[in-house]
């Protein structure tokens, strides 16, 4: 095995993303940190890459100037990650995929549905790899809900039921707490707040468990802070293209819910419960039987979720080993060899359109539209 | 004091509510069970009253039997528990109360929404109890929230989501099991399914607790089991005459969720969690601070909590207590003692009101409608 | 079925066993009220009981003039609770037994041994019930459990783990509160503190759910707070006859636990956890397979826990129906009708043996002795 | 920051504990994996070694190759780890501190306490860095726990209960499983089965986190399956040298318990309960108050916790990142900078002393012995 070379743009020193793209690159000795622009401070990035262990020329000052580094050299980086601001994802990941770098890039991919569009056609084209972090997606449990789901266990599913809601911006007080304000602002957080923040990786959750897309959804968007333009909570009822009826709730105003991810899947002949705050286990209830504890580790579980698991069972593995396994699978899809199945820009792209489309729902009292972007209808 | 005479119509061997009804009456040595009309099967009816402990006298046939049986007698019966089939609530709770008896209804307390408002009419002119079994609305951890919602401890409650989900109609083959296959029949459950059972148990928690009532409301039904007619699953968006914005999921189909009721309630300094599965516990997290487990029991709790708890700290105390709190207040209020605030017709009226208006909701694609009976607009 | 006459010697106003066995005794309508000496306070004593509903004339002062008067009626009581101080217990429990009268006493039934041994002499000779107070065996699913485990479904036992482990004595402050200041003094609670307090019900429980009996014991008493002159905190090792392990942890001072009773039994081919927080629910794990989550009205269950439960699966049921359940077993009883296998003298005895002989052993450094009375040997 | 060289002797391919290394040396960039000696077997450890990223020169047949080969070396690994079987830890890690290399051994760090006197004095003769993998006490809770009682949060600490008790070797058929039988076997495993493997990890949390050292214990040992002559289940009663009563069980047959450690810590003005499989949460209880939820990520926190917690409040870290912590804070010593507190040699003599105590007191029917080594009375 030959490590391979990565680079980072943004994720700079105190941001919150950046140490878990670090874990996730380094931990399984898959890539070296090679090249970065950390920071859009380009003396605090160059300063922190080389803390990093980046060597001094590779430290870059902007994403511009690592291109131009990068597109050079013979050991120029297999992978560059996005961590930047929101606004920015869709020029950078663009101007890399152009260049023929393969790109992970953190969510969301645009802030447009053309944007997103354009990526996609820009990705297939180049023949290189654009993922999303789309990163739950990635934890050995989920995995196994879906292989289970696939192969029949739980029967056709009627229904999803995925919540991402937390309390994390419930003070009033914080309409000037710049960490804060800018999601509830349309200038800089786009059309939606936290639908678009939080809401898109549960979407994103249902169709990969339920392996079937999202056809058509109906939306009631609140501020219950009165200041915010955008919303701080949000319902959003949906259908999948299979008939699967969905319910979606994500709020940033629920004081008590912490990470507050959860699912639950319901079919003809059983459900299943998971839950971010305690992803090794799956809740698993056959129809007319007992709820059962499914364990990450335990016997049985299917290739996927063994092989993204990496400690004993019940010894829990965390958020970093979830981004971990998100970096496992694209080191063995840039190395060519058979791999699992990351979230790439056709899911970007289809969160994008979920969010104007939920948008226009909202503002039109909750009529159903289809959720779907133009190309994928 | 002296205690009451008890009767009951329905409730009979085999039933399901009727042991939490006679639990209730009989565990505070409030009432006696003095009278029934236990079956629609007459013999049986007798037979098993008398079994129950009844004198062979007030051993009714049917209720109209009852009726006037009691209604000449000096000892007639203090309380009558009407726990008949639901299409009967409306004749018979009217009969009683138009023949001056105080009268437990059981939910839904009647089939339309007229029949509400005349009940709530023949309440008032009779001077009588017309009161509706919410008994979740009397464990002593929803009144302690209640009280402190009231006092202000978690401000202006913006959000409440409450659900009422659970499994035990997942299985499509019952659809022959006569105790599940009514359920969904307009001939015999009404104008709705799920949302008419155990949604207006969810809405009634909303307001109860908030102090405040249901304006109007979106409905999304859904039958996800394809033989059914009336809806299985559902999700109600609502909002508060206080201007709280509601979220109130209720499905049949949710296999592996058992009683499955819980409520959060945000508000802006903090925010509440109950479940009816451990009811003796409240979540509680302050703006800013750590969740709190509140626990039935402990010292400095509102006077309507410690009143209607009777055993130590986190002994639980479960549904028949819960059951027998609403017993308490209606033996309070027919000694004519100061007393709490059990769910009385005009409650019922509301929660009639707003499943006929969820169902109107539901067949015009979520249109928002006011969810209120006319009479209390 | 006819009423059965009920008298109560003790569990006076403000008490906090008194409401639980008149709950207990009532909810079923098995008993009724009838007599009663409540309080050592003959004034206040026969106050509370007429407002309870007793005649004037079985509103007694004392338990001598109860038993006097009693005795000599024709609708004389049928059972006699005793919830009187402990060092009481004994000779009114005798005087009863000694006179014709039923009686459930509450633990400990007496402070010495030789007593134990002389109650269960009376109890046999008088041909009268002799019960004791261990409601936690009445939950239906620890008779479930018990069930279970006679029937070999978790092979034969190897190691039983039992904590009954609380707060709410963790106050070294309390040294002057006289509901807590007692328990630690030999003088009014006799050689142990904690271990006679709720160990013995964590030992019975470990011989109820085994079908086993103690055979040996080693203990390790500590006065973790230094002014009690009696343990607040034990560990007792033991060994049941069949030769399984056991370890039961007690104490007041483990300040977060609340109600604190939690057992684990695991034999050859599975495991069982129950916690009596919510005692509706047994973990079960069997031998290489996922746990489950047994549920009280799931289908299924042994018919010794479905006729002890009450209402809907997941409907909580609580500490008031377990002693309920006790009552309902007296009851049938009483009548000569089959009936379930509530706690007796015989367990009664047990438990003065087994704290008399922890002492011992905890003097003695934690020798092993033997834990079981003279005449059980 | 240049990062370290790191190698690693055992922890092949397959092997449990080998990944959580790898993943804790990297995952933050300190060290690169340069070298190795990771298979009894040459051939395959060679292999494997390079498929991991080692330079083929450096992937050596077995340790004391490697030890020749990296002592001559510039850059010679700045870090040595021993996974291999627990009876050669003495061997290696004793050669290669004496070689000057820095080493962190895998528990248990000798097999007798003669052998952990010598490793003591060898790595304070040596100057270098000889760390044992309690990696528990790097959880960032664990640290905020010890944190809180050293200022004296819950007063002076009264009580600690310590479980390590997993149900993974109940099954007797597995009387033939090499990966079970040699645990239970003198031959390969020493004195001490169960409480070797699992109990001085709870052991040793108790000392950790209440900054106090344990005297002397009593134990008692079962072999709860016939065929097995070292214990599967022992409980351990402590006294700290503070005077804290300390009660300890560690089972291997608690079929249903996975991961199975928890401890609770009880002072004299509140209590902390933490649990392996949720490590991101602790319960804390004030004397007199509630219980609270301490989060990971929560603020407020200790510098300590603070600078161990990679992403934000809620979201899981897992296991690896515990190991990650423990070489976080190893990288910071070997460069010479401030650092956290890594258990050492001195932890894994106390340890071999506790272990070869407590069987004999198992074997004198639980006498109370001392439980530490000589040098350290």
């Known amino acids: 095995m030959t490590r391979l070379n990565w680079g980072m743009i943004g994720g700079g020193e105190g941001s919150q993303i950046g140490p878990a793209h670090r874990m996730g690159a380094q931990a399984d000795g898959n890539f070296v940190l090679a090249a970065g622009a950390l920071d859009h401070d380009a003396v605090r990035g160059k300063d922190y890459a080389q803390r990093l262990g980046i060597a001094s020329d590779r430290a870059y000052g902007n994403w511009q100037e ?24 869709f020029e950078i990941t663009k101007a890399f995929l152009e260049a023929g770098f393969n790109v992970l890039c953190e969510k969301p991919m645009t802030m447009t549905v053309e944007e997103g569009e354009e990526i996609v056609k820009i990705a297939r084209s180049s023949g290189k790899i654009c993922a999303v972090n789309y990163c739950y997606s990635a934890y050995p449990m989920v995995r196994e809900m879906r292989h289970r789901v696939a192969r029949g266990e739980i029967g056709k599913i009627r229904l999803i039921v995925v919540n991402f809601s937390h309390g994390h911006h419930g003070d009033a007080g914080d309409a000037d707490n710049p960490r804060v304000r800018w999601r509830y602002d349309p200038a800089m957080a786009g059309v939606s707040g936290q639908f678009a923040d939080c809401g898109i990786h549960a979407l994103h959750m249902a169709s990969f468990i339920a392996g079937d897309e999202v056809e058509k959804i109906s939306a009631d968007f609140a501020s219950t802070i009165s ?4 919303e701080d909570d949000a319902m959003v009822n949906f259908r999948m293209e299979g008939g699967s009826v969905g319910r979606l709730w994500t709020s940033s105003v629920a004081i008590g819910r912490q990470h507050g991810f959860d699912i639950q899947i319901f079919g003809e002949t059983g459900g299943f419960k998971w839950w971010a705050e305690q992803p090794g286990q799956v809740m698993y209830t056959p129809l007319g039987g007992r709820t059962q504890i499914m364990e990450k580790g335990e016997s049985g579980l299917s290739d996927e979720a063994s092989r993204l698991s990496r400690v004993a069972i019940a010894h829990p593995e965390g958020f970093p080993m979830a981004v971990a396994n998100i970096y496992v699978d694209l080191a063995a899809a840039i190395r060519g060899e058979p791999h699992g199945d990351f979230p790439t820009a056709v899911d970007g792209l289809r969160s994008m359109a979920a969010v104007h489309q939920a948008v226009a729902s909202a503002k039109d009292n909750g009529a159903w539209v289809d959720a779907r972007p133009l190309s994928l209808r």
Do not use: F
Request: proline share 4%; charged share 35%.
């Open 227 to 230: 200041s915010r333009e955008l």
């Open 66 to 89: 690592m291109l131009d580094g990068e597109k050079g050299r013979d050991d120029r980086v297999d992978l560059v990650t996005v961590a930047t601001p929101n606004s920015t994802h």
